[in-house]
């Protein structure tokens, strides 16, 4: 008897609408982050910085941004799945209605209390997306084919990227605080808990039927 078949359209669907649903809560989760006005992750130092020289919204900046680094994929030879499309096409626009719907913040226990709802949407929403399994986000692949392609070990090339886009973010204008360590400290320990609960099923799980002694 096998249980969560991965070829069963019931389990599809579920990948998708988890897909979906993790994308979307990741922009939310960005613009709480933004909110809180304690800071920020570094990619998104890097777009605030750009918005601030430029003038274009923060969402469009997030979008345009996933967009070229998914353009760094071609001499990479990575392969994008549809996940990785969606991830370019709904996190900006999903942050821009957040940072629509939800005021900045100034007073600081409300600070803290916006960023750590945007911190802890932000784990769930990651496990929910890569759970998916349908393609990862155009950084993450960035991430993996720098690995593959000079051999760096992933903790080397992962520092790499985010200190050199921390630093051009903070460069151009972006917001670095004391909410840009704390997400760089434990943002890994809690995707760590939520990416293996929501992982979907990679093959049939055997259940194993006892047999009652006569």
Excluded: C
Aim: proline share 9%; glycine share 14%.
């Amino acid at each position: 008897m096998l249980a969560s078949d991965p070829s069963s359209p019931a389990l599809w669907v579920r990948r998708g609408v988890q897909l979906v649903i993790g994308l979307v809560a990741y922009g939310i989760a960005i613009a709480l982050l933004v909110r809180g006005g304690i800071g920020v992750p570094p990619w998104d130092v890097f777009a605030q910085g750009i918005t601030r020289q430029t003038g274009i919204p923060f969402g469009l900046v997030v979008s345009l941004v996933g967009a070229l680094v998914l353009l760094l994929w071609i001499p990479l030879r990575e392969k994008p799945g549809v996940g990785t499309v969606l991830n370019v096409l709904l996190i900006g626009p999903s942050a821009e209605l957040g940072l629509w719907l939800v005021p900045q913040q100034t007073v600081p226990w409300q600070q803290g209390v916006v960023f750590g709802g945007g911190l802890a949407l932000l784990a769930i929403a990651t496990g929910l997306y890569i759970g998916a399994r349908l393609g990862p986000g155009p950084r993450d692949g960035l991430m993996t084919g720098l690995h593959r392609r000079t051999g760096w070990p992933i903790w080397v090339v992962r520092t790499g990227i985010e200190v050199t886009v921390l630093t051009i973010g903070f460069v151009l204008g972006g917001q670095l605080g004391v909410g840009t360590l704390a997400f760089a400290l434990l943002i890994g320990p809690m995707v760590n808990v939520t990416l293996p609960l929501l992982r979907v099923p990679e093959r049939p799980v055997p259940i194993v039927e006892e047999e009652v002694p006569a």
